[in-house]
Structure formats: structure tokens, C-alpha cells
């Protein structure tokens, strides 16, 4: 995963969505980050060091003077070995600071010493939020390259409701692996994805479909952006968060996906379609709710436009999966030439669609085949986009 043997400093300080912060630590933590905590003094009124010096497995600075080693470094060297700095909550008072260069606390003070790219996630009442001073700072960190979490509207720790929420936490581990991944092998690059499965309207309230949940699409998404590249995430009907930092676009049905696919791909260096496209739609979808006739129902059926197909844009890559049932390699390997496909990544329908694992097979273009093994599917999503950007470079070469 790319959060692993990564460098993080976390800055917390003094608002009362601290405590929520603590699960972030914990989750960047557990997924092999080395995480840092800095606090301010304000900080310290909400939430011990000793929380998150137990989470982190690492020793947690407050105080500017405290443990003052030899070299007289500290700071500086901390903030060089990071790879970016997250500062969540962001109060209004350490947003000012970081917006003014002072550096009277260790977070301002770690923020000024390097380069380190910085992600700030605001915590504060919404008539603070909303003050021309904060929008002032806000506006002058982003025009210096930090990402913001905007903060959420919701019922705040005052009982007002407004904005000023932190982010959630899945969305804050997003955005630090969103900022990880820039300057991957895959940056520069645009890279569509599509997940989930289409829905074909019989009547107003039913469809067909199928089970897929869109969770490969998901993790091939975050995978391309762990490597730096830009996502547009054509998702049909999935119930899951989105990769931060995905352009998303929501779908339907085949007609739809088909449409937004082709829009998407005339900027984009590849396409992975992982979605589950239906084969067949009901030719004449009824305007009113069916009932029962007391006999059966025949539907009649239409066969849909392939989408991987008929996208033809000289210089894309295009990767298509076969989930198959039967003859999978040879069935997957008809579908690489029919569909005109440079990498085509076979799995087992019965053991894969709505599965949290994965048994993939990947076919080249080329007629090179390789096994992936089963394993779950971010890890395999992250093995496919290694071999999709071997590709690529094998392309630019
Ligand atoms: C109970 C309580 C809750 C607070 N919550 C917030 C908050 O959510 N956001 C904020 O910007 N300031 C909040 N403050 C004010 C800050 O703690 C205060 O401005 C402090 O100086 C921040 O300094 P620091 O950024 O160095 O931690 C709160 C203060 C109190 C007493």
C-alpha cells in the first residue's frame, strides 16, 4: 500500500475536533506510515501527547525548548525527512501562522523550516471559517500549493450548525495519499476509470443488473493516484467513498456510460474499464410501474454499444477486464483482439464479482500472461496499474 515506509508529520492543533484526528494517526499508522505528531500548547488542552505517543509508537513534540538535542536540528531535520505534512485540526490561529510565516509553536515552526508539501484540514466555528481574516489565509496557503480540506457543513461543537466540520477521517488519509502520490511514475498523466455495474431500466422502479460493487474500479483509481496520476472516475451505481482527489462522474445506464467514457477519453493517455457493462437492455423500457397479469413476462431485448470497443482514440491504452465463467484465457484473449485492447486482466466471474479478493490473470497484447495469485483487490488493483505504466513507458520509449 502507498501509505507504507512513507514519512508523515502530523500537526494538531487547538480545536476540539482533535480527538478525531486521533483515528487519522492511527490509520496512517497501521497502514505503515511513520508518523510524527507536533502539538501546540492548545493542542495539549484537548488530547494528551501520551494518545497519540501510544498510537504512533513515536516520541510526540510540544514544546519549541523541550528535549533540545545536540545538533541543535531538530525541527529542521524532521520536516526534511517528511514527505508531507498534514495539520489537522487547522485552527484558525495556526491557519493565521502559517499564513504569516510566524513561528512561534512546533507546527508553524516545522512548516516554515522546509519545503515539505502541506495538507491542512480547518476545524473551527463557522463565523471564524467565514471571517475575511481566515478566507485572507486560506486563500494565501492555497495560492502557495497546500491543499485544503474544506471543512464539512453540520451541526458544529457549539450546537450551531454551519461550516466548519473537519473532514472525515477516510477523507483526510485521501487527501495525504493523494499528495504522496504526485510526482509517482504516473505523473502527468490522465487516466480514466470506470467501476461499478449499469442499471437498464425495465420500468420506472426495476432494472437489470448485476452484482458488481465497483470496489476493483475503486482501488484501481486510488492505485493510479498513489502513482500520480489524474483519475476521472466514471462510476455506475456504486455505494462506496470515491479516491480523494478523482474527478467523479456519476452513470447509469450502458447508453450513459458509453457516453461519458468516450467525453472523458478524448483528453486521457489510458483507459481501465473495470465496470460491468451490460450486454442487454430492454429495447422498449415501460413508462408505467408493470403488474402482474396473472401469465408470464417475455422481455424483449436490445444489445447495448460495446464501450471498450468502440473507443478508438489513436494513442489511448486501453486495459478491459473478462470476468468469464468458462475458457478463461482463451475467451480473454478473444476479447483483447476483438476489442483492440493492449492488456486485458481475466478473473474468474464466480469467485470475483462482489468479492473483497481477486485471482487476476493479465493478458498483453504482446501474448505475455501473468499470474497474479489471489490476493485482495487493492493489492491486486496495485499490480495492475505496475503493469499498465510499464506499458505506458514502454510507449513514450
Ligand atoms: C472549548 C474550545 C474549543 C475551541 N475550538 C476551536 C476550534 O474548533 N477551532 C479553532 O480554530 N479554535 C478553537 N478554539 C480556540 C483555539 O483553541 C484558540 O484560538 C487557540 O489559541 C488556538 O491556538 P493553536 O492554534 O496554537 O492551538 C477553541 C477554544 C476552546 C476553549
Not at 167 to 179: S, T, Y
Not at 240 to 265: E, F, H, K, Y
Not at 325 to 343: S, V, Y
Request: net charge negative; glycine share 10%; aromatic share 4%.
Amino acid at each position: 500500500m502507498s501509505l507504507h515506509g512513507r514519512n508523515v508529520i502530523l500537526g494538531v492543533s487547538g480545536s476540539i475536533a482533535a480527538y478525531k484526528v486521533v483515528q487519522v494517526a492511527r490509520d496512517l499508522t497501521q497502514a505503515g506510515a511513520r508518523v510524527d505528531v507536533l502539538m501546540t500548547e492548545g493542542a495539549t488542552r484537548f488530547i494528551t501527547p501520551l494518545t497519540f505517543q501510544t498510537l504512533t509508537r513515536r516520541p510526540v513534540i510540544t514544546d519549541l525548548w523541550q528535549d533540545w538535542s545536540e545538533d541543535a536540528q531538530g525541527h529542521i531535520s524532521l520536516g526534511e525527512e517528511a514527505e508531507v505534512m498534514l495539520i489537522a485540526p487547522a485552527s484558525a490561529q495556526t491557519i493565521a501562522r502559517l499564513a504569516l510565516g510566524l513561528a512561534d509553536d512546533m507546527v508553524s515552526l516545522t512548516a516554515l523550516a522546509t519545503y515539505t508539501p502541506l495538507v491542512i484540514a480547518p476545524a473551527m466555528n463557522y463565523h471564524m471559517w467565514e471571517h475575511p481574516a481566515t478566507r485572507e489565509h486560506i486563500h494565501t496557503l492555497e495560492s502557495r500549493g497546500a491543499t485544503i480540506l474544506s471543512p464539512g457543513r453540520g451541526t458544529l461543537a457549539s450546537g450551531a450548525v454551519g461550516e466548519g466540520r473537519l473532514a472525515k477521517p477516510v477523507e483526510i488519509l485521501g487527501a495525504v495519499r493523494w499528495r504522496l502520490g504526485r510526482g509517482g511514475r504516473l505523473a502527468g498523466t490522465r487516466i480514466v476509470v470506470t467501476a461499478g455495474g449499469t442499471r437498464e431500466p425495465i420500468d420506472p422502479v426495476r432494472y437489470l443488473s448485476n452484482g458488481s460493487s465497483g470496489r476493483m474500479g475503486y482501488a484501481l483509481a486510488q492505485a493510479a493516484i498513489d502513482e500520480g496520476a489524474d483519475v476521472t472516475l466514471i462510476s455506475a451505481n456504486v455505494d462506496l467513498p470515491p479516491p480523494w482527489g478523482a474527478d467523479g462522474v456519476p452513470v447509469t445506464t450502458a447508453a450513459q456510460m458509453l457516453d461519458a467514457t468516450s467525453r472523458a477519453c478524448e483528453r486521457a493517455d489510458a483507459l481501465v474499464m473495470a465496470a460491468a457493462v451490460s450486454d442487454y437492455t430492454p429495447a422498449s423500457p415501460s413508462g408505467q410501474k408493470l403488474k402482474k397479469t396473472g401469465g408470464g413476462l417475455a422481455l424483449d431485448l436490445a444489445e447495448t454499444a460495446d464501450v471498450v470497443a468502440s473507443i478508438t482514440r489513436p494513442g489511448l491504452l486501453k486495459v478491459g477486464f473478462a470476468a468469464e465463467t468458462e475458457h478463461l484465457r482463451e475467451n480473454a484473449r478473444a476479447k483483447l483482439e476483438r476489442k483492440g485492447l493492449d492488456l486485458i486482466v481475466a478473473n474468474d466471474a464466480n469467485a470475483t464479482i462482489g468479492a473483497p479478493d481477486a485471482a487476476l490473470t493479465l493478458i498483453r497484447a504482446d501474448g505475455s500472461v501473468e499470474e497474479l495469485g489471489r490476493r485482495p483487490k487493492e493489492q491486486a488493483a496495485e499490480m495492475v496499474i505496475a503493469a499498465l505504466t510499464g506499458l505506458m513507458n514502454r510507449k513514450d520509449t
